[in-house]
């Protein structure tokens, strides 16, 4: 029996290319599901419930392939950061989540729809990020484009200007928490080389 297919539910080319690293064969079928984000509901809550809504619209079209969907959010206590709409927010994302230990929170949903197989889960890492300027948030929105990560940084682009320490998958922060999704697929009779 051969095992199903893997469809990434994401149009994101940092979960495509870890995927990738990890030698997993997959296939890209972005959602389009639209993200929520509701005052009350917890960090969790809102990864896990954005990952559920991106792999229930993918797994619709394909009903025998295991979808992957995932939604990662970065949050400072009970205030979420989202993808920023302008540099402009994305420099205020910084000066907030400067000197201070954040948390990055991704939610992941393994759905397969012609099986009703689901398992959704969300894994936290904290991250202290230096002290920083204006005039160093500039320059780091300079060399990377802060628009398509979720509160307006991404670790594997120069993160060590901003970035003090990590506790926890470095993975997760990127956007996909690959220890414990080799896990959860493997539950799905799919496993990582």
Known sequence: MTPPRLILASASPRRA?????????FKIAPAGAREMEEDHLSAGETARINAY????????KH???VVLGVDTVVALGA????????????EQMLLTLQGKTHRVLSGVCLLCWRTRRQKIFYEETAVTFRPLTRGQIRRY???VNPLDKAGAYGIQEKGEMLVEAIAGSLTNVIGLP????????????????
């Open 17 to 25: 290319e870890l995927l990738r690293q990890c030698g997993v064969e």
């Open 53 to 60: 809504r991106k792999a229930r619209a993918a797994a619709r």
């Open 63 to 65: 009903p025998d392939a």
């Open 79 to 90: 205030a979420l950061f989202g993808k920023p709409a302008t540099l402009g927010e994305a």
């Open 141 to 143: 929105h300079a060399l």
């Open 178 to 193: 690959l220890e414990r999704l080799a896990a959860e697929l493997a539950a799905f009779g799919l496993r990582l080389p």
